[in-house]
Structures are given as structure tokens and as C-alpha cells.
């Protein structure tokens, strides 16, 4: 777990602008996720990447981009057009995708719209 | 897609009972079905996890059951402690590549 690093922490975002979580991670793993909590809930899938230069919208993107140029970078960026974003943001990756295979998640990332 | 319940959403047990989740899911494929317990403001943990050609895992006091047949699979923490006090998420994943989908979690509360 301790290979995922998150930041930032805490962010604060005002109406209409976009803002980028970071995720990164150094054990190598070629499976990254973001998965969105809101209070009381489960995780929701938002986006995910199997390899560099590759990702697929999760159960929850509208609202959010991503890019996967480097193997051990995968920012996720919330757009304007996520009208309720204020939300503990969660970034995971794997070795390889395959099931069966443990996640790890990073620390998180609180945002809070203001 | 795959669809994962949980329940109970809150458990209230005494020190030393044991607590007990059940969880169901709707993908007969799903193959992969880990538990993490998360407190709060912190990042899930894996506590456990079991795959599909196993029946029951053990480590210590936590133990999971599947039930393939019925599509369900439980948590099961005896002599609970304090600090097992903690939301707990099962999820399910099917096989290729790996999405997990998770319960809605329960938030178990250990009284001393």
C-alpha cells in the first residue's frame, strides 16, 4: 500500500473550474483504477487502465478524464461538467489487471466544492 | 453487469461475540471476491480474500465462506476487539480483466 502516492490530500475546488488528483505509484504495476466514495457509500468505479496509454471509462466517468502516458502516473481530472463532485477519491493499481490479483489502494483525496 | 449486496449496513456486537456479513452477487463469471475494512477517513484494506474454486479461507480470528451454488460469500470475525470497529466493503470481480465491484459496506461497531 505504502507504493501509492496520492496528492493532494485535501482540495478545494470552486464552481466551473477543473481540477487534478494525482496518483502515483512505484511498484511497478501495470493495473491503475480511480473509484469515487461518497459518504456512508461503497466504491464506484470512474476510470481504469490496463497498460500505458490505455484506459476505459469505469461505471461513473461522465464528468472526469484521465491520462495514462507514464506506467507509474495516472491523474484524474474533474471537469466542470461533474456537477457534484465533493466526494473521497480513491486511487488503486494492480500487477496486472488479472483477477485474482490484490489492489492496492493509495491514501485518498479528499475534494470539497466550495 | 455485476451487482454486489451487502448487509447488514450497521453491526452492533460485545467484545468477544462474533460478527458475521453476508454478501451477494448477481455475475455467476465473478471469480474473485475480496473483503476490505476501512476506518474512517482511511484507505480499504485487504483483510481477506478468496477465489472461487475454494469454499472457506482462514486466517486467525477472520474467515470467509462462498457459496457458489447461491451466489453469496460472508465474512466472519470471531472473539471481535475494539479495534476491529471499522466499515467493512466486500467486492466481486469476474474473470479477464479485473473491475471489482463492491458492496455498499457495514459498519460494525465493537462495544467493550
Known amino acids: 500500500d505504502g507504493g501509492i502516492t496520492q496528492s493532494p490530500k485535501y482540495l478545494f475546488r470552486k464552481e466551473g473550474q477543473n481540477v487534478t488528483l494525482s496518483c502515483e505509484q512505484n511498484?511497478?504495476?501495470?493495473?491503475m483504477y480511480w473509484y469515487r466514495q461518497d459518504p456512508g457509500q461503497g466504491l464506484r468505479l470512474i476510470y481504469y487502465?490496463?497498460?500505458?496509454?490505455?484506459?476505459q471509462k469505469g461505471d461513473i466517468a461522465e464528468g472526469y478524464s484521465v491520462s495514462r502516458e507514464k506506467k507509474e502516473s495516472f491523474p484524474l481530472t474533474v471537469t466542470s461538467a461533474q456537477k457534484n463532485p465533493t466526494a473521497f477519491y480513491l486511487c488503486?493499481?494492480?500487477?496486472?489487471?488479472?483477477?485474482?490479483?490484490?489492489?492496492?489502494f493509495g491514501e485518498g483525496s479528499w475534494l470539497t466544492v466550495v | 453487469g455485476e451487482n454486489v449486496e451487502q448487509h447488514p449496513s450497521t453491526l452492533s456486537v460485545q467484545e468477544g461475540d462474533s460478527a458475521v456479513i453476508k454478501c451477494t452477487y448477481s455475475?455467476?463469471?465473478?471469480?474473485?471476491f475480496p473483503w476490505y475494512k476501512q476506518e474512517l477517513g482511511k484507505r480499504p484494506q485487504l483483510i481477506i480474500d478468496?477465489?472461487?474454486?475454494?469454499g472457506e479461507k482462514k486466517d486467525q480470528r477472520i474467515a470467509v465462506t462462498l457459496n457458489k451454488t447461491a451466489k453469496h460469500f460472508s465474512l466472519h470475525i470471531t472473539e471481535t476487539q475494539p479495534e476491529d470497529s471499522a466499515v467493512y466493503f466486500c467486492?466481486?470481480?469476474?474473470?479477464?480483466?479485473?473491475?471489482?465491484?463492491f458492496g455498499t459496506g457495514t459498519r460494525l461497531l465493537v462495544s467493550p
Open positions: 487502465s490496463q497498460i500505458v496509454n490505455d484506459f
Open positions: 478468496i477465489r472461487s474454486n475454494v
Open positions: 488503486a493499481s494492480t500487477w496486472d489487471g488479472e483477477s485474482g490479483n490484490t489492489i492496492y
Open positions: 455475475d455467476s463469471a465473478s471469480n474473485y
Open positions: 511498484l511497478n504495476h501495470d493495473a
Open positions: 467486492a466481486a470481480t469476474g474473470t479477464g480483466f479485473q473491475k471489482l465491484v
